[in-house]
């Protein structure tokens, strides 16, 4: 996907509001504009966003 305006401005949104860096906000920016139903990380930070799902590797459980 491209990031376009919209992605961009997405994504300085949730750069604020979650005081992510912009590579990681892009990244949720892009998801929520995929419509993922939810966002796979190693990363706690991510845990912050409210807007997308966040699945922690390290939580999940087989």
Do not use: G
């Amino acid at each position: 996907m491209d990031i376009n305006s919209e992605t961009a401005l997405i994504a300085a949104d949730i750069r604020v509001r979650y005081n992510l860096k912009l590579p990681d906000a892009l990244q949720i920016a892009t998801a929520i504009q995929s419509n993922c139903d939810a966002f796979l990380t190693n990363d706690l930070q991510f845990k912050k966003v409210r807007e997308l799902s966040i699945l922690v590797v390290s939580e999940l459980t087989l």
